[in-house]
């Protein structure tokens, strides 16, 4: 099993990112099938995953504080939050609907910033364990990324819809629609910019 | 003909080159990726969803999705006028998000998938062929029609609560093109794509 098992970069190959092409580490810096650049390891992966993770972080309070949509109603102004958005839409009777924003809009944001920070430690601090479970964290993670827009189309698609003449109704985005946007644009590029493989290169301490 | 080795994309473990036939599937023994699974009669199903979905943008982007009435009010709203209202109400960068998501990456990678499978289908090198191949593995998880679908779900429960909502023909040629666009995602074999890429790069060196 032992050699079987060994990575590609251990026996000086480096398969090219876009077309999967093998070749040898150091002969060229463009692969000599598709003419695409070649790495070893995505170059600086864990700054730029940890760079987009902490600008996230900070993104995802004002995110939450601040009301994602204004609805003008007769002249009426209220203003939601993602929470208070979902507590509207269980308080009449939506429990479905809501647990679907809820899941989309506070739980795979969270998952991601904390699921995303206990890969970058995994990785950094090689913890020797179960590269596996790890494995499948990080493609849950990849995987839930974009259904976390489902809030700014929601917003979007009611932008578009609400519009009725003499102010019957409208309806505004709100200051956290661009944190939200950006914390999950941010997640989804920290999460690509991670480069799986450093999750197994330590189990062949290279 | 020989298969050169394999690396897996997700783990880089070293494998021994494999090609199964239409219908299975190979997938990295240490890390369950899927590696392989090739499809029957890839490039021309390609070919016919993008041109599928070509045909299927303009009236999905333009036509009312849904429309609502409110107290003798109505009031249509498109694809387009997501992305015009939010950016008319100055949050240019969620507009430019949405538009981007819900309306250029998919058309782009339609596009794309259809100028790739026109010219391995008629066996023609091109020297961008390559350049359009990554652009459009690339792209691929910016386009989420199928969030969007969702996104217009819950925008119709929450208005049917005070309003009269009606579904517009937009939305049939939105849920169209969402599904050429999954099952366009479904058919392309990136193994056998790459492959005939290559011929055809050695086929214009060749003869250039």
Not at chain 2, 94 to 100: G, I, K, P, R, Y
């Amino acid at each position: 099993m032992g050699k079987a098992e060994r990575g590609a970069l251990a026996q000086g190959l480096v398969r090219c990112h876009a077309c999967g092409h093998l070749a040898k580490l150091r002969r060229a810096r463009h692969c000599p099938v598709c003419g695409g650049a070649l790495h070893a390891r995505r170059p600086h992966s864990l700054q730029h995953t940890l760079a987009l993770l902490i600008s996230s972080y900070a993104l995802y309070i004002p995110a939450n504080i601040f009301p994602i949509m204004t609805v003008n109603q007769f002249g009426v102004i209220e203003r939601h939050t993602i929470i208070g958005g979902i507590f509207a839409l269980v308080e009449k009777d939506m429990a479905p609907i809501a647990a679907l924003v809820f899941i989309a809009s506070i739980m795979v944001p969270l998952l991601k910033l904390l699921g995303l920070s206990a890969l970058l430690l995994n990785v950094r601090l090689r913890w020797q364990r179960h590269p596996q479970w790890w494995m499948r964290m990080y493609r849950l993670i990849v995987f839930v990324g974009r259904w976390s827009m489902l809030d700014i189309f929601m917003i979007s698609i009611l932008v578009a819809v609400v519009d009725l003449s003499g102010g019957v109704s409208q309806v505004i985005a709100g200051p956290a629609a661009t944190a939200f946007a950006a914390v999950v644009v941010l997640t989804m590029l920290a999460a690509k910019s991670l480069d799986p493989r450093l999750i197994w290169d330590k189990q062949n301490k290279l | 003909m020989t298969h050169p080795p394999d690396a897996c994309p997700e783990c880089d473990l070293l494998l021994r080159p494999s090609r199964p036939i239409v219908g299975e599937k190979i997938v990295c023994p240490r890390c369950g990726y899927l590696l392989h699974s090739p499809r029957e009669q890839s490039v021309e199903r390609v070919l016919a969803l993008s041109v599928a979905g070509l045909i299927l943008a303009g009236p999905a982007n333009f036509l009312p999705l849904i429309g609502i009435t409110f107290l003798g009010n109505s009031h249509e709203g498109t694809l387009w006028a997501g992305t015009a209202g939010l950016f008319a109400e100055g949050f240019w960068l969620v507009a430019a998000l949405v538009f981007l998501s819900s309306i250029f990456v998919p058309l782009l990678n339609i596009s794309l998938a259809f100028l790739i499978s026109l010219h391995l289908h008629f066996n023609r090198p091109h020297h961008l062929l390559a350049h359009w191949m990554r652009w459009l593995q690339h792209l691929e998880e910016w386009a989420m029609l199928e969030v969007y679908m969702l996104g217009i779900i819950v925008a119709c429960v929450k208005l049917s609560d005070t309003a009269d909502v009606q579904l517009g023909f937009g939305l049939y040629a939105f849920v169209a093109l969402l599904l050429v666009n999954v099952m366009l995602t479904g058919s392309l074999d990136g193994y056998l794509f790459w492959q005939r890429i290559a011929e055809l790069r050695r086929k214009l060196h060749g003869q250039g």
